[in-house]
T-cell receptor
C-alpha cells in the first residue's frame, strides 16, 4: 500500500511568486492534514480536511494560503504571493476516521522563498 | 491551552546504553499521546501512541514510552541504543475527540559508537 506522497520534495521560489504543493493521502483515509515546520521550531497545524470539506482551518496563517481537496482525494496548498517567512517544511498527513488513530505523514515539501 | 514541551534540544548517548527522550504535555481533557521520528531526508514516521489502558506502551524499533498522568509526562525510552536510532524525535498530543496534533519542538538524538 502506498503511503502519503507529496510533490515537490523541494521548491525554491522568489518572493512574490506563487507555489502549489500537492499531497496524495493514503487511499481510504478521509482525514487529511497540513502542517508546517519553520526553521527548526515546532510543527504547527495548518488545516484539516474531512473528505472534501475543511473541518478546521484555524492554523492557516493568512489569506495568502489556500488549500483545496477536490473530490476528497488529493489536496493542494497554494501560497500566493509567497513571502520570506513562508519558508519551511510543509507536511501532509492522513488518517482514518477515529481521532485516536495515528496519522501517517508524507516526506514533506521544503519550501525556500528567496 | 494545549502544549507539549520537549526540554532537551539534543540528547547524546553511547551505543548500547539506555536512552530517554523527555516529553511533558498540557491538555484540559484526556490526552492521546504520540511519538514520531524523522530520519534524515525522510518524512515523519509513527513510533507509538498512548490512548488508554496500560501506561507502558511499546512501539517500533524497540522503543517504549511510559504515560505518567500525575507528572503529565510521556517519556520515550529504549533499553539499548543503536547508532541507527540517531534522528529527530517529536512528541505530540491530541485532546480526546479533537483531530489536531499539538507538537513539541523536537529532540535530536545522537547515538555515538
Amino acid at each position: 500500500e502506498a503511503g502519503v506522497t507529496q510533490f515537490p520534495s523541494h521548491s525554491v521560489i522568489e518572493k512574490g511568486q506563487t507555489v502549489t504543493l500537492r499531497c496524495d493521502p493514503i487511499s481510504g483515509h478521509d482525514n487529511l492534514y497540513w502542517y508546517r515546520r519553520v526553521m527548526g521550531k515546532e510543527i504547527k497545524f495548518l488545516l484539516h480536511f474531512v473528505k472534501e470539506s475543511k473541518q478546521d482551518e484555524s492554523g492557516m496563517p493568512n489569506n495568502r494560503f489556500l488549500a483545496e481537496r477536490t473530490g476528497g482525494t488529493y489536496s493542494t496548498l497554494k501560497v500566493q504571493p509567497a513571502e520570506l517567512e513562508d519558508s519551511g517544511v510543509y507536511f501532509c498527513a492522513s488518517s482514518q476516521v477515529p481521532s485516536n488513530t495515528e496519522a501517517f505523514f508524507g516526506q514533506g515539501t521544503r519550501l525556500t522563498v528567496v | 491551552a494545549q502544549s507539549v514541551a520537549q526540554p532537551e534540544d539534543q540528547v547524546n548517548v553511547a551505543e548500547g546504553n539506555p536512552l530517554t527522550v523527555k516529553c511533558t504535555y498540557s491538555v484540559s481533557g484526556n490526552p492521546y499521546l504520540f511519538w514520531y521520528v524523522q530520519y534524515p531526508n525522510r518524512g515523519l514516521q509513527f513510533l507509538l501512541k498512548y490512548i488508554t489502558g496500560d501506561n507502558l506502551v511499546k512501539g517500533s524499533y524497540g522503543f517504549e514510552a511510559e504515560f505518567n498522568k500525575s507528572q503529565t509526562s510521556f517519556h520515550l525510552k529504549k533499553p539499548s541504543a543503536l547508532v541507527s536510532d540517531s534522528a529527530l524525535y517529536f512528541c505530540a498530543v491530541r485532546e480526546g475527540g479533537n483531530y489536531q496534533l499539538i507538537w513539541g519542538a523536537g529532540t535530536k538524538l545522537i547515538i555515538k559508537p
